[in-house]
């Protein structure tokens, strides 16, 4: 069974629980696989990370596997505005789609899912990997600063520091797995902070060396990043040094070169 997300942000769960944890979220036109469902809950699978957990059986369309299929093969353009809004044409209604929200076979400004319209008439983007540039990751990231920091959340209205680094590469072109942990996993180390450019990672950890943050290295040794909210603030080899309370508040582990 496969489902799409037709619905603004929906909230996935740790556990089958309207009070667990949310982990990450679903935006507008992510596809997934449903692993297992229970009374009021899915058990997926999502297509773009390939992330576990758990989402409202309320809150998505079915689809057929043939159109599952069809996503997975093609490219599609996504929403390239903080927000705009989506009308669903059953209904005649509209809501809010936030940036790196998918538009699935958009033809124009239509685009149809199963027995669903929606029309979407703001900008959008189709990205190419081959076309990114550090320059573009790092601009897209600014258009994130004083976004409020949300655990598990992958938009302008709450966001996480790997859901931040996530969305950043995704509306160039590039997949970042969900979490920070896994994040750390791609790319070539870098021996020193000096060696880094602008659009590499930097990981930092806990006192028992688990991988718990990520950001985006800019130029003059600064470091954008979602603690608190989206800000950006200086880096050196100890690790991110807060401008506000001028105290470090997280210990470098490692800059990844994700990108030539």
């Known amino acids: 069974?496969?489902?799409?997300?037709?619905?603004?942000?929906?909230?996935?769960?740790?556990?089958?629980?309207?009070?667990?944890?949310?982990?990450?979220?679903?935006?507008?036109?992510?596809?997934?696989?449903?692993?297992?469902?229970?009374?009021?809950?899915?058990?997926?699978?999502?297509?773009?990370?390939?992330?576990?957990?758990?989402?409202?059986?309320?809150?998505?369309?079915p689809i057929k596997e043939e159109t599952f299929k069809k996503l997975e093969s093609q490219l599609e353009p996504m929403c390239a505005e903080p927000m705009q809004l989506i009308q669903d044409k059953s209904t005649t209604s509209f809501f809010p789609i936030v940036a790196g929200s998918t538009l699935?076979?958009?033809?124009?400004?239509?685009?149809?899912?199963?027995?669903?319209?929606?029309?979407?008439?703001?900008?959008?983007?189709?990205?190419?990997?081959?076309?990114?540039?550090?320059?573009?990751?790092?601009?897209?990231?600014?258009?994130?600063?004083?976004?409020?920091?949300?655990?598990?959340?992958?938009?302008?209205?709450?966001?996480?520091?790997?859901?931040?680094?996530?969305?950043?590469?995704?509306?160039?072109?590039?997949?970042?797995?969900?979490?920070?942990?896994?994040?750390?996993?791609?790319?070539?180390p870098l021996s020193f902070v000096e060696e880094a450019q602008a659009g590499d990672l930097a990981f930092f950890d806990n006192e028992e060396g688990k991988i718990i943050h990520v950001g985006i290295i800019l130029d003059e040794g600064k470091i954008i990043h979602a603690s608190g909210k989206v800000r950006i603030d200086k880096i050196d080899h100890y690790g991110i040094f807060n401008v506000d309370t001028k105290k470090y508040s997280h210990h470098l582990r490692v800059i990844k070169k994700v990108l030539a």
Request: glycine share 6%; with cysteine; charged share 20%.
């Open 104 to 188: 699935p076979f958009l033809n124009k400004n239509s685009i149809q899912i199963e027995n669903y319209t929606y029309d979407f008439s703001g900008e959008y983007i189709l990205p190419d990997e081959k076309k990114i540039t550090r320059a573009k990751i790092v601009s897209t990231g600014f258009n994130y600063l004083n976004s409020p920091y949300l655990w598990g959340g992958r938009s302008f209205f709450g966001i996480d520091c790997s859901g931040f680094t996530q969305i950043a590469f995704k509306l160039n072109g590039f997949k970042l797995p969900r979490d920070a942990s896994q994040q750390a996993l791609l790319g070539t």
């Open 1 to 61: 069974m496969f489902g799409i997300c037709n619905q603004s942000i929906v909230p996935c769960r740790n556990e089958a629980a309207h009070r667990s944890e949310m982990v990450t979220q679903l935006l507008f036109g992510e596809h997934f696989t449903i692993v297992e469902e229970t009374e009021e809950w899915l058990h997926i699978l999502t297509a773009y990370d390939k992330y576990d957990c758990w989402i409202s059986n309320k809150q998505y369309l």
